[in-house]
């Protein structure tokens, strides 16, 4: 199970930290981890992902150099530190765990658990 928090309502230039955090039988540093968001009447895309133990991270060129994806194995969390926001990151934000070879970490239908969601919103 994952558990989503962190969203809210920021100014534009601002900025705000996703965490993620995961519980169960499963063993979370067993799982790469990204972040995808879905705003209104578009499609889940890919943001973020971080490989199992953190050595390899990738990106969405939409916000390459604004956000940073961590994790921390020791707290079962990964983190999504947002920075520079700009309106067009307003969307619902989604964890979510794989153990999909990297080649196909962007693909959300790779993943295997999801969390709930937060929403992001980023004002003008």
């Known amino acids: 199970q994952l558990q989503a928090s962190g969203g809210g309502l920021v100014q534009a230039g601002g900025s705000l930290r996703l965490s993620c955090t995961g519980s169960?039988?499963?063993?979370?540093?067993?799982?790469?981890m990204g972040w995808f968001r879905q705003a209104p009447g578009k499609e889940r895309e890919f943001v973020s992902v971080?490989?199992?133990?953190?050595?390899?991270?990738d990106y969405a060129d939409s916000v390459k150099g604004r956000f940073t994806i961590s994790r921390d194995n020791a707290r079962n969390t990964v983190y999504l530190q947002m920075n520079s926001l700009k309106p067009e990151d307003t969307a619902v934000y989604y964890c979510?765990?794989?153990?999909?070879?990297?080649?196909?970490?962007?693909?959300?239908?790779?993943?295997?658990?999801w969390g709930q969601g937060t929403l992001v919103t980023v004002s003008s």
């Open positions: 979510g765990a794989t153990q999909v070879i990297w080649l196909y970490r962007a693909r959300a239908t790779k993943y295997d658990y």
């Open positions: 169960g039988r499963n063993t979370f540093s067993n799982y790469g």
């Open positions: 971080i490989s199992r133990n953190g050595g390899s991270t």
